[in-house]
């Protein structure tokens, strides 16, 4: 089997090796750039270069007219359809989330836009990451730079509705961006309360789409047959509360940490547990919004509601959770209910991405580059490398995967040096588990039973030293290949 993650020579040429850049020159810095970045994802990027020939060579690429940040993109976002097709399930599931990168303290960057209520300068990031029912990360196959530019005064609905660089339209761009399901895969688009929009909800239907959409709007239902126990109901919340129960069964809910920007808000930190909750599914006919928003025709959608509620006593000062889950896959049975829930239940994924882009690792935050072309650029190189990363912490944690040979996972080198590093002894059979928990220890995790899976930046800090140490010892065995002839 061949490793998921590839060797740090060949890193770049797997991921970055098709790119169009019109210059075989260009190709190769980037290829090379990108397997340095490999290997040292934390720190600035003269740490990351190691060398001021390396460094000036990345600048001059990311100057380059034909270096854009789509053709950075391109080749891994392709690489990402190569394996929904070659998945070996039947539903894959794209999750669309946007997050907020804030360069507010780099004064030298202009044509930001605002982040934060207006507090900050930066970008709104969406991207689309392609993730199995497992939670298995494919690769990312879009990512979209926003910046949101001031709403003038006065402007009319028209204006508002036909605006380009209307926020809500970065929902269908995720999607055009992913292209057509592949391979005869159900590719299955997954949105929180942002993607809540009638006019995204109709492109999808449109389009020929899948999806589950987390509901954040009370709309307005057609008809008379929407009857709960005990009465017919208008609107969508108050009708899915009152649906019968199909069942009962267990969810783990993350943990959430708390943002920058949403201290006074609704979304306040809390810590995971597990939960029981009570499941009702039934047919909805939804009306279009009056007046109408964004550019969608249709008066109405025909769609599934799921409702997901917690039925035990949450800890002190936390509501129950409670889900309105908007489909149009439908929804006939329990069995079908909870799978739909589980897939909703994979959007935290995409979370722990952004975690490890901002803090964790990549902290593309706080790049020092002072003009916007570069930074958008390195961006792209940045969040390939976090989406590979992903693959062997998931392999790790999931009890189906963390028994297998890491070696079928990362390069077998790299399994031979942790091995002897933690164990004293070459040991190339160690499993995905072990050498994920070797890494953290190698970062500063003390692997105690109450310490938890190691986190993002205690296994990037572990990486980083590995790729060190497998540096010294593949210099030393050159050395000495050199001495004896």
Request: glycine share 8%; proline share 5%.
């Amino acid at each position: 089997m061949e490793a998921l993650i590839a060797p740090r020579s060949s890193f770049g040429l797997e991921h970055f090796g098709t790119a169009n850049l019109g210059d075989a020159r260009l190709k190769r810095r980037l290829i090379g750039s990108a397997n340095a970045i490999f290997a040292h994802p934390h720190g600035t990027l003269p740490q990351k270069m190691k060398g001021h020939a390396q460094l000036t060579g990345l600048y001059r690429m990311l100057d380059a007219p034909a270096v854009t940040h789509a053709a950075v993109m391109a080749p891994h976002a392709q690489r990402t359809r190569q394996r929904i097709r070659e998945h070996g399930g039947d539903v894959v599931l794209l999750i669309h989330d946007s997050t907020e990168l804030d360069y507010t303290s780099k004064r030298s960057l202009k044509d930001l836009g605002e982040i934060g209520g207006g507090l900050g300068r930066g970008y709104i990031s969406h991207h689309t990451l392609a993730v199995t029912p497992q939670r298995q990360v494919l690769g990312l196959l879009s990512q979209i730079l926003h910046r949101r530019q001031p709403v003038a005064k006065g402007r009319t609905k028209p204006q508002k509705r036909s605006d380009p660089n209307r926020e809500s339209r970065l929902w269908m761009q995720g999607c055009q961006a992913c292209g057509a399901a592949a391979g005869g895969k159900r590719c299955v688009d997954i949105t929180d309360r942002g993607g809540d929009c009638f006019e995204f909800a109709a492109f999808e239907m449109r389009m020929g789409r899948s999806f589950v959409i987390r509901s954040a709007h009370d709309r307005a239902l057609v008809g008379l047959d929407h009857v709960g126990n005990d009465r017919i109901h208008d609107h969508l919340h108050e009708y899915a509360r009152d649906l019968p129960a199909l069942g009962e069964r267990e969810l783990t809910l993350p943990p959430r940490p708390m943002g920058r920007y949403r201290r006074r808000g609704k979304h306040r930190p809390r810590a995971g547990r597990s939960i029981r909750v009570r499941i009702a599914a039934a047919p909805i006919t939804i009306k279009a919004p009056k007046p109408a928003h964004g550019e969608s025709s249709e008066k109405q959608l025909e769609l599934w509601v799921i409702h997901v509620r917690e039925v035990t006593a949450p800890p002190a000062g936390e509501a129950p959770v409670e889900w309105v889950l908007l489909s149009n896959v439908p929804v006939n049975s329990f069995a079908q209910a909870c799978e739909r829930v589980d897939w909703y239940g994979c959007r935290w994924v995409i979370e722990e991405f952004h975690k490890a882009i901002k803090s964790g690792g990549c902290n593309v935050q706080e790049l020092q580059l002072r003009e916007v072309s570069r930074l958008e650029r390195m961006l792209a190189i940045l969040r390939v490398t976090a989406a590979v990363l992903m693959e062997l912490r998931h392999l790790a944690r999931d009890p189906r995967t963390q028994n297998q040979p890491a070696r079928q996972v990362v390069p077998v080198s790299y399994v031979k040096v942790l091995s002897v590093w933690r164990h004293r002894r070459v040991d190339e059979e160690m499993s995905c588990y072990d050498f994920c928990l070797a890494l953290a220890r190698l970062g500063g995790h003390l692997n105690r039973k109450s310490d938890g899976f190691p986190g993002w930046q205690t296994l990037w800090r572990g990486w980083e030293e590995l790729q060190v140490m497998t540096e010294a010892v593949e210099a030393m065995d050159e050395a000495r290949r050199c001495v004896e002839s």
